[in-house]
């Protein structure tokens, strides 16, 4: 099993900066993606960004140029820096690896508790 904890939202007002960090612990053989997803009430979860094992990054568009998603493998750390915030970035923010467990063939998604993020105008 494995499992994550986010920490670094909280409160702030529009044009301010917030850091995500999420790490990931347990069985882990291998991690091969992490990333971010946010949910807004009455919205579907939708992605953020993602990083791969080997760096390669990928951004919503509505994010693009402000939102900086880095990862520390050796730490199994995800992070997200957010600059530039706007009350439409408010959500809640969830960690979520696709990894593989140690003495399993497979690979799954694991998702962490969510972390809430409001931007105020």
């Known amino acids: 099993q494995v499992q994550l904890v986010e920490s670094g939202g909280g409160l702030v007002q529009a044009g301010g900066s917030l850091r995500l960090s999420c790490a990931a612990s347990?069985?882990?053989?291998?991690?091969?993606?992490m990333g971010w997803y946010r949910q807004a009430p009455g919205k579907q979860r939708d992605l953020v960004a993602s990083?791969?094992?080997?760096?390669?990054?990928n951004y919503a568009d509505s994010v693009k140029g402000r939102f900086t998603i880095s990862s520390d493998n050796a730490k199994n750390t995800v992070y997200l820096q957010m600059n530039s915030l706007k009350p439409d970035d408010t959500a809640v923010y969830y960690c979520?690896?696709?990894?593989?467990?140690?003495?399993?063939?497979?690979?799954?998604?694991?998702w962490g508790q969510g972390t809430q993020v409001s931007v105020s105008s």
């Open positions: 979520t690896v696709f990894a593989q467990a140690l003495g399993d063939p497979s690979s799954y998604r694991y």
């Open positions: 347990g069985s882990i053989f291998r991690i091969n993606t």
């Open positions: 990083i791969s094992s080997g760096g390669s990054t």
